[in-house]
Structure formats: C-alpha cells, structure tokens
C-alpha cells in the first residue's frame, strides 16, 4: 500500500484510502446518531400531540354529557325563586296531600303543555299506565312523575316522607318536547324542540303567591294574571321583568313564540331580536333573570332607566348571588346546545320535486337567500335587520339592545308549525310570509312560484 507523508509546521499529516474511508464511517455514523435522535424526539412529540388529542376528545365527550344534564335537569338554584317565593310546590301538591288547592294532576299538567317523558318510566308502570290502573287526576301521581325526573323541565326535591320539598324549573321546560309515541304529551325526548303547547302563563298563574311578580312590576295582583292569561300555548315573555310592557300599541299581548333552541351552530344572534347576544349569552340572561336561578349575571345595558325601568330599578344588570350556581355550568350548556342539530323533516312532509324548483327561487328571483344565507339560513355575522327592511312594526324590535330583529335560521321548521311565524306568530302559515315579502319587496311571484317555494321551506 502507498502512503504519503508531508511535514507541515512540525504535523504529520497522513494520507490514504483507509483513512478516507475511516472518516467516511465516522461521519455515517455521526449522522446516523443524529437521524435517531430526531426519530425519538419526533415520536415524543408526536406522543404529546396524540395526548392532547385524546385529552380533546376526552373534553369534548365529558362537556357534552354534562351539558345534556344541566339542560335537562339542573334547576341553576332557582327554587329560591319557584318554591321560596313563589309556592309553587304548594300548588302542585294540594290540599289533599296537606297543603293548599286542587293540586295538579297528570291531566291538568298536560293540559297546561307540561311534557312526560316516556323513556324515564319504569316498565311495569307504563303497563298500568296502558291498563288504566293509573289515576291521571290525582296529584300524587304527578308527584311520582316528578320524582322520576319523568316530567321534562320539572325538577323536585323530597323529603323523607315523600312529600314535596321543593320544585325548580330547567331549560328543557320550554325547549324540550316529546314525540307523542306512547299517548299526546307522553312519548320520547325530543331536545331543543320549541314546547309550543306549554302555556306558561297558566303555568305560573297555578303559583298560590305572586307577591314577586307584583313587587317586580308595581302592580296589582289581578292585573298580573290578566298579563299571563293573555300569553297562551308556546308564548312567553321574555322582556316584560326588564321594561314592563305587558302588551303592544294593538293591545295584543307582547309574549314571543318560544324559539327552538336547535340547529345553532355557526349561529350568531340567537333570540327573536338583535343586540342580546349569542348562545351562552341568552344562557345566563335566563338561567339568572328568567327563571331566578342563583348565579352571577352583568350588562350595563340593562341599567338604562328609560329603556329598561324595571330591570334597572331591579338591579338586573349587575346580579350576583352569594353563592354562584350557574357561572361554571355554561360552558358545558353551550356545547351540548350546538350540537343538537336541525331535525330533518319527515318523509311525505313536503313535495320533493316542488321543494327543488322552489329551491331555485329561493336563491333567485325571491332574494331570500340574501339574508337567509345557505347552509345556515341566517347571515354569518350580525344577523340582524331593522324592522323597516322586513316590513313589520318594529315594537318588538324596539325592546332590544339595537333596536333590530334577528334573521331566523329556517332549518326544522316543521318542529314548530304550531303557532304561527315571525316573533309573534303573527303570519299563520308561510304562505303567508311569502305572501307579505312577495307585496313588500314587490317580488312578482306566481302562484305556482309562491307554493314550490313553501315546498322547499317545508323541506329544510
């Protein structure tokens, strides 16, 4: 083997192919090293990020099942206001179970728009049910519902002789309905469809104290029941302990149809008017200023005298109750509310191929998806319009933080045909709304035109 030497500044320096290929290997192996140690490092974080993953996922699951409960079930404290206050569990119970009144049976329960839900029922009484060996007007009955957590929204506490201690009310009392699958009012849960056969005002009416409702609104106690007679079946009014307004210019109550509290994903406003808020938004307004709860609510708005005197001389827009029980649970409540979604109509609802040229329409020569923006049907943004760009009074409108109404999304409108549409129900059919947008925007809608776009509407 050959090998050359040279001598420069006293080193040796030694030349040869082994000493190359010495080299070679060295650095191989250098980058060998290197290359696993990128591997490990790589999989360690790709360890983490499959961690946080799971962590994601295991979030997301727990979230939504906490959600459904506290939707379903949790009271938000509001017993202080229902049974303290209010007394309703005296009226519920009755006379011949050692308080005051008739009492409320199944029947007058559901004559009220109360729902039971079927699937809460223990077998061998939905056989007694079917039997007839179940007295449906004796308040005790009720009782046994509610104890089976069995009537939707309706929450009761007991005490150890099985008397009623205290009843509480949760959202799935208006946003909540069943199916009808075992008799009318009685059948399977149906989440964040509108109970629009729940006559809220007679509900409240069964309370033997309305002491609070007087002191709130500085009125006499008849006038308080007039205001909650004039509401009716799937109407409430969500606006009346804020500014008072029992009824409108027309001398027609000023109760809203209870709005379906489905399909609002991607959903910005989300009640009839503008201005309120989102989801979790309207989530606090009513578990604090709806239905009493115990929490911590804030919005200086509220504080205007003029707009709102009530509210404001109340101290609504700036709540907070010594202890908080509504603040940690809306977090859960909104993500179980955006995931329920729109319910897809019933086959034989709507006629498919007038649906598909009504489609056209829609996106057409009708306009509406200008505002009713497709997949949401509803603007992505402020989704709110003043009441001259719709055509109708703005009394409603002027209740709200911006004077202006929301763009309702139009998903799932067969959940809630009942009562008529827009806020109030003021149009009775949507021929009818397509009849008042077709003479206000001057559309020149055919007849033909006019019903396969009520087609396609029954469709979404």
Known sequence: MRHETRKIDGLILRSDKTVLLLVGVAALLCLATWSYAQRSSDRSRNQEGNNFDRQISENSQ???????????????????????????????AGAKLGVVGPGVSPKTALSVGLKVDMDALPADLVAKVKRGEVNMDDPATTLALIKLNAVLGVKGTFNGDGSLKAVGLSCAVCHSTVDDAFAPGIGHRLDGWPNRDLNTGAVISLAPDLSAFTSLLNVDEATVRKVLASWGPGKFDAELNLDGKAFRPDGKAAATLIPPAFGMAGVNLHTWTGGWGTVTYWNAFVANLELQGQGTFFDARLNDAKKYPVAARAGFGNKRSDVDMVSAKMGALQFYQLAIPAPVPPAGSFDQTAAAR?????????????????????????????ASEIGIDNFQASRSPDDSYRTSPLRGLFTHMKGGFYHDGRFATLLDVVNHYNSFKKLNLTEPEKNDLVEFLKSL
């Open 62 to 92: 727990q979230m939504l099942e906490q959600g459904k409960r506290i939707f379903r079930f949790d009271t938000f404290g509001d017993e202080v206001f229902w049974t303290d206050k209010l007394k309703l569990q005296r009226a519920i």
């Open 358 to 386: 009504g489609e056209m329409i829609f996106k057409g020569k009708a306009t509406c998806a200008q505002c009713h923006v497709p997949p949401l049907f509803t603007e992505p943004g402020w989704n709110a319009h003043k």
